[in-house]
């Protein structure tokens, strides 16, 4: 009897055991498992790596000022494709063209109009001026009592009729104009041309497709100048000056040196991150450093 009940509480201490075990493990996993709070972020990262006192390094990606996507202008479907990535292309160069077939031929359309309303015009101007020299004689007619006042006011009335149909006309030829100038901008827009020189880094487009207005169609970059921006400390204002020269190295091409200059120092400072902005430029030719690189700029003897 007395070994049962020894077994009996070996049995109860043992079961309190396991769920004290089991219930610690629920708590830790609800805590491990506890989503971060909505208000927290990200630290963001480091723009400077201090060296000591008077000395920084700052690394980040070689960048250039012209890099964009081009956009399609307006609905309408790829005719053809005249560039493809990797492309060296200067301004203005032509990277596809949308058909432009019914624009075409409603330009045509607006032109003859236009040159049929240039002639009317013409025609009314020539009668406007035989009915102002026919008012003119009557005019002197009538002086030399000659003919009638009415005879005079019916000339009068003519050559003023002529005037307004010349200006009526004109109205006319002007707004025929305009829907011509309107037409020739729309063909314009069909043509999708590179906005700067440089490469055509990405194509989005395909030969026959659908697109419309403001969809991505091209991604151009311009090869240079090369450049980086960055932050440093608030204390540094006033320490690192416009044209300020200092060593650069990128690890994508070990060994090569490389010098960039201070083009441009914020006035103010970020009151967010007390930090304020550089921006630096390659000296001399880049050679093989492309735009995305990392790079690395030394800042030293900053007293």
């Known amino acids: 009897m007395q070994r049962r009940k020894s077994n009996y509480f070996a049995l109860v201490l043992l079961g309190a055991a396991l769920l004290s075990c089991l219930a610690c493990s629920q708590k830790s996993m609800e805590v491990a498992a506890a989503p971060a709070p909505s208000g927290a972020s990200a630290p963001a990262p480091l723009a400077s790596i201090p060296a000591s006192d008077n000395s920084f390094t700052v690394s980040g990606p070689l960048i250039v000022e012209h890099q964009l996507d081009v956009l399609a202008q307006r ?14 292309v200067r301004a203005g160069d032509l990277l596809a063209q949308l ?3 019914q624009l075409t031929a409603d330009l045509e359309a607006a ?4 040159r049929s309303t240039e002639a009317d015009l013409r025609n009314w101007e020539a ?10 004689r009557a005019q002197k007619m009538w002086d030399a009592h000659i003919i009638s006042n009415e005879q ?20 006319l030829l002007t707004d025929d104009t305009q829907t011509q100038r309107s037409l020739e901008l729309e063909l314009e827009k069909t043509q999708i ?6 490469v055509v880094a990405r194509r989005y487009a395909r030969q026959g497709q659908q697109v419309t207005k403001g969809e991505r169609l091209f991604w151009v970059t311009a090869e240079g100048p090369l450049g980086m921006r960055f932050t440093l400390p608030e204390k540094l204002m006033g320490r690192i000056q416009k044209g300020q020269v200092l060593p ?3 690890a994508d091409l070990p060994g090569q040196k490389y010098q960039v200059r201070v083009v441009q120092v914020s006035p103010v400072v970020d009151p967010a991150s007390s ?15 492309r735009p995305g690189m990392d790079a690395s700029v030394s800042i030293e003897n900053l007293r």
């Open 248 to 250: 650069m190295i990128t």
């Open 99 to 101: 058909d432009d077939r």
């Open 111 to 114: 032109r003859a109009k236009t």
């Open 193 to 198: 041309r590179a906005p700067f020189s440089g």
């Open 275 to 289: 930090t304020i902005e550089v921006a630096v430029e390659l000296e001399g030719k880049p050679g093989p450093l």
């Open 152 to 171: 005079l006011e019916h000339a009068k009335f003519k050559a003023e009729s002529e005037t307004w149909d010349v200006r009526r006309v004109r109205e």
């Open 75 to 88: 609905d309408g479907v790829i005719a053809e494709l005249k560039s493809e990535a990797g492309a060296h």
């Open 127 to 136: 009668e406007a001026k035989v009915m102002q020299a026919d008012y003119d």
